[in-house]
């Protein structure tokens, strides 16, 4: 098993780093300048290797936004909104392959469905998802590594089958806690109930790899609460294990909340 934790600064040195470890964070759109002339797709790609690919396909839905993210992602998808946005990324995967060229073999070292929550997709669109990304991109699903997000109440037996189907050697759940108060207090739409029934049906799906993510530092846990949930946790025998500090960012829901405590708090 893999015991991994985030962390936003530079790693322990070998010596005493008893788990690996990595940085987690993302560009900030104010990282980011427009470019005074729009180079074509296909010049930028021009120089550089094909040979190790990486794809990722990012699905920006949610059941519910957690309290603690700040990600890219909504809340539902009304008036077949994931059609027109499956609809969308097809195009964009058809651009960019067209972009990356011919003179040279292209070919994909990995893959990964993130999000938002990938299996917030139906198992039908998980098809045309997989579809995207081998008959558009070129990626051979079933011979390189597929990571795959989901959670609990989207890890259902026909998602499951799909991504077990069509290659997927890791999925990974966002668990959190398996402390039900701890969870609400996260803004978790889950009960324990409802985890470990997803954690059995993605074990009975055989996929290889199960990561789940725990989170510390949430807001009324203790020791004995969170060992609680990290032995929850180790008797599904995941193969790994990632372990998260909880960090409220602005806008947030999260922030939000403490901010609304601060200004009663302060009206007190």
Known sequence: MTITTGTTGTPAPPAVRPYESYVYAYPHKTAYRPLADRPALRSLWAAEPKDALSLYLHIPFCEVRCGFCNLFTRIG?????????????????????????????????????????????????????????????GADLSAVPLSVETSPS?????????????????????????????????????????VEAALGRIRDARIPVLNIDLIYGIDGQTERSWLASLDAA??????????????????????????????????L
């Open 77 to 137: 998808a009304p008036e077949e909104l994931t059609t027109r946005y499956l609809d969308a990324l097809d195009r964009q995967a058809l651009a960019v392959r067209e972009a990356l060229g011919d003179e040279e073999p292209v070919r994909f070292a990995a893959a990964a469905f993130g999000g938002g929550t990938p299996t917030f997709l139906t198992a039908g669109e998980l098809e045309r998802l997989c579809d995207i990304a081998e008959k558009r991109m």
């Open 154 to 194: 989207t890890a259902t037996a026909d998602r499951l089958a799909v991504l077990a189907g069509r290659g997927t050697t890791r999925v990974s759940i966002g668990v959190q806690s398996f402390v039900d108060e701890e969870a609400r207090a996260a803004v978790r739409p889950q009960r324990r109930a409802d």
């Open 234 to 267: 180790l008797a599904w025998r995941p193969e790994e294990l990632y372990l998260y500090p909880l960090y409220v960012r602005p806008l947030t829901g999260l922030h939000r909340l403490g901010a609304a405590a601060d200004a009663e708090a302060q009206a």
